[in-house]
């Protein structure tokens, strides 16, 4: 069975600094692993997605994320972080693209001006 | 810019009243899944389909719930009696293949009282 674990409920963090949101999943077979933001009142908008390849994935609204195998861990990071950026995020595993997705709790960023 | 919708967007019902929440896939995309969204439990799988047909649906209290797809371009999810606690956002994803992004609909916020 797949798990995800995100390390942090919330993390505030001031206007302009940098953020790194951590993941760390758990499965016994090659995962695909997903990043998605959830705005207020919406659904669910992708970030980024790790398949193969370079274990830097970089996405959109100047997101990237670093696939680490030997410590399973996908973390989110911004170096700049701005107000719009306040949101809730969800690590995500799954066998492909189109098998279901095992979710973290979510971490719910606050930016702060 | 193709995206997966839902209706209604929201619903107020009391306990016992069924609720059928309809999704409409993007064009295209042969996988739709179901997945709910509450405080306690976060997002997980209800149910998933492929070419129309149920892969899985262990996710489903099966005496209450039911999904079905009755064509390509419409998927449903039925809760007969509703009950309080399934009080929660209802999302529909789409995904057309194995390295492909789950889209997701904007939910159905449902409250039962």
């Known amino acids: 069975a797949q798990s995800v674990t995100q390390l942090d409920s919330q993390v505030p963090v001031f206007e302009e600094a940098p953020v790194e949101l951590r993941c760390n999943y758990s499965?016994?077979?090659?995962?695909?692993l997903f990043w998605y933001v959830q705005y207020p009142n919406q659904g669910l908008q992708l970030l980024l997605k790790?398949?193969?390849?370079?274990?830097l994935v970089k996405g959109i609204n100047g997101f990237e994320a670093e696939f680490n195998k030997s410590q399973t861990s996908f973390h989110l990071r911004k170096p700049s972080v701005h107000i719009s950026d306040t949101a809730e995020y969800f690590c995500?595993?799954?066998?492909?693209?189109?098998?279901?997705?095992?979710f973290g709790k979510g971490t719910r960023l606050s930016v702060i001006a | 810019d193709a995206r997966v919708t839902q209706t209604p967007r929201d619903k107020v019902t009391e306990m016992g009243q069924e609720v059928t929440m309809r999704c409409q896939p993007i064009?295209?995309?042969?996988?739709v899944f179901w997945y709910r969204q509450t405080m306690m439990q976060g997002l997980e799988l209800l149910a998933y389909f492929r070419n129309r047909a149920p892969l899985d649906d262990s996710g489903m209290p099966k005496d209450r719930f039911s999904a079905e797809m009755p064509d390509a371009t419409l998927a449903t999810l039925k809760i007969q009696p509703s009950e309080p606690r399934d009080s929660a956002v209802y999302f529909c994803?789409?995904?057309?293949?194995?390295?492909?992004?789950?889209?997701f609909g904007p939910g159905t916020r449902l409250l039962v009282l």
């Open positions: 790790y398949l193969s390849g370079s274990t």
């Open positions: 994803a789409s995904a057309r293949g194995a390295v492909e992004t789950q889209y």
């Open positions: 995500a595993v799954s066998n492909s693209g189109n098998t279901p997705l095992v």
């Open positions: 064009l295209g995309h042969n996988t």
């Open positions: 499965s016994s077979v090659s995962v695909y």
